[in-house]
């Protein structure tokens, strides 16, 4: 069965970078589909940021362009996620998922904070 | 952007109740909808995608539709199990848009 799951710190300072890791089992990256982070607003709104296919390209957000950065591992099946010079308006929480077109497997979320 | 305009952005309903949720895409994005449900405390789970298809595992209770560019999610019979959020995404293009989601609680 493919598992997603979203790992990293849950207090970011204003002005610093935002790292996550998506660790994948059951599938890998490299085989097929694209690998994404979503995230949800408080307020409940979702966006779209970007992902990384299996092949390495990568499609972000025009909205987050010039602050984002997807990455990969193959050798351990993970993906990452970088978001440099975070205010209070990035706080939510993040999400990794697979695009199966639809997105069809989800992490569990990880819960991020920008606060001083 | 595609736009997609969720409605209603919050509903109330009773047992076994027919719900019916809609979104308007800005553009044409043909069949390329889905639907998600969110529980509390837990991440987004696929209901249906390309407007009609129901994921794996979803009651046959849910049904999608279209009419020209505006897609809807209809619960037939409402259950317990249902309250969440729900919402639409296009898969049209990118960047992937996603409604702004309709809060469903029982009545």
């Known amino acids: 069965e493919v598992q997603l799951q979203e790992s990293g710190p849950g207090l970011v300072k204003p002005s610093q970078s935002l790292s996550l890791t998506c660790s994948v089992t059951?599938?890998?990256?490299?085989?097929?589909?694209?690998w994404n982070w979503i995230r949800k607003f408080p307020g409940n709104k979702l966006e779209w940021m970007g992902y990384i296919n299996s092949a390495g390209s990568t499609n972000y957000n025009p909205s987050l362009k010039s602050r984002i950065s997807i990455t990969r591992d193959t050798s351990k099946n993970q993906f990452f996620l970088q978001v440099n010079s975070v205010t209070t308006e990035d706080t939510a929480t993040y999400y990794c998922?697979?695009?199966?077109?639809?997105?069809?497997?989800w992490g569990q979320g990880v819960m991020v904070t920008v606060s001083s | 952007d595609i736009q997609m305009t969720q409605s209603p952005a919050s509903l109330s309903a009773s047992l076994e109740e027919i719900v019916t949720i809609t979104c308007q895409a800005s553009?044409?994005?043909?069949?390329?909808l889905a639907w998600y449900q969110q529980k509390p405390g837990k991440s987004p789970q696929l209901l249906i995608y390309g407007t009609t298809s129901l994921a794996d595992g979803v009651p046959s209770r849910f049904s999608g539709s279209r009419s020209g560019t505006q897609y809807s999610l209809k619960i037939s019979r409402l259950q317990v199990e249902d309250i969440g959020i729900y919402y639409c995404q296009q898969a049209s293009s990118t960047p992937y848009t996603f409604g702004a989601g309709t809060k469903l609680e029982l009545k």
């Open positions: 059951g599938y890998s990256i490299t085989s097929s589909y694209r």
């Open positions: 998922a697979r695009y199966n077109n639809p997105f069809d497997y």
């Open positions: 553009q044409n994005i043909g069949n390329w």
